[in-house]
Antibody
Framework: VQLLESGGGLEQPGGSLRLSCAAS????????MSWVRQAPGKGLEWVSS????????YYADSVKGRFTISRDNSKNTLYLQMNSLRAEDTAVYYC?????????WGQGTLVTVSS | DVVMTQSPLSLPVTLGQPASISCRSS???????????LNWFQQRPGQSPRRLIY???NRDSGVPDRFSGSGSGTDFTLKISRVEAEDVGVYYC?????????FGQGTRVEIK
């Protein structure tokens, strides 16, 4: 199992970024997927999850209405569209397999929101 | 939201000695399907989290048997029978039963 995130970087407050997570080594469509973030020097915070089909999504209150989770099962890729970014969204963003028995994690991608 | 409370937050341990971390949830983690989705993760410095234990007490493949998990309902424990140098890091519990998913604050394990 491999999960490889990309798309992080420096963005201004109010801006947008789209993160991607390329999955391999398992049947991607059979698993729910999640995004978890970690602000610098802080603990882990669950952000969002979705079902294997992508039909059902869940969000933390801190990102609801601003972030959108999605997936393309033909490309084995998970996405996180982040709009209206705030300074407090600065974190390493990890994608992870599953949503209750969260098992495999990617290496993370750093998102910095600053002017 | 389910609040996950870990203690202690810092745990200095002598090499070869046991260590124990408590995780308490504000609601029962017993799911309607009969499973209790309580995971333990280890995060070594500069690394991604790694799952050690799932569903309270099931050890992941490749995890040394000095790690064990126990508990039920709202009260859970991660034990390290004999701490080794490679166990240094931060340990998190996470509940996967209720939305939103929530993590404990983390327990930093260090060598005395």
């Amino acid at each position: 199992v491999q999960l490889l995130e990309s798309g992080g970087g420096l963005e201004q407050p109010g801006g947008s970024l789209r993160l991607s997570c390329a999955a391999s080594g398992f049947t991607f469509r059979n698993y729910g997927m999640s995004w978890v973030r970690q602000a610098p020097g802080k603990g882990l915070e669950w952000v969002s999850s979705l079902t294997g089909s992508g039909a059902t999504t869940y969000y933390a209150d801190s990102v609801k209405g601003r972030f959108t989770i999605s997936r393309d099962n033909s490309k084995n890729t998970l996405y996180l569209q982040m709009n209206s970014l705030r300074a407090e969204d600065t974190a390493v963003y990890y994608c992870a397999r599953d949503w209750n028995d969260v098992d495999y994690w990617g290496q993370g991608t750093l998102v910095t929101v600053s002017s | 939201d389910v609040v996950m409370t870990q203690s202690p937050l810092s745990l200095p341990v002598t090499l070869g000695q046991p260590a124990s971390i408590s995780c308490r949830s504000s609601q029962s983690l017993l799911s309607s399907d009969g499973n209790t989705f309580l995971n333990w993760f280890q995060q070594r410095p500069g690394q991604s989290p790694r799952r050690l234990i799932y569903r309270v007490s099931n050890r992941d493949s490749g995890v040394p048997d000095r790690f064990s998990g126990s508990g039920s309902g709202t009260d859970f424990t991660l034990k390290i029978s004999r701490v080794e140098a490679e166990d240094v890091g931060v340990y998190y519990c996470m509940q996967g039963t209720h939305w939103p998913r929530t993590f404990g604050q983390g327990t930093r394990v260090e060598i005395k």
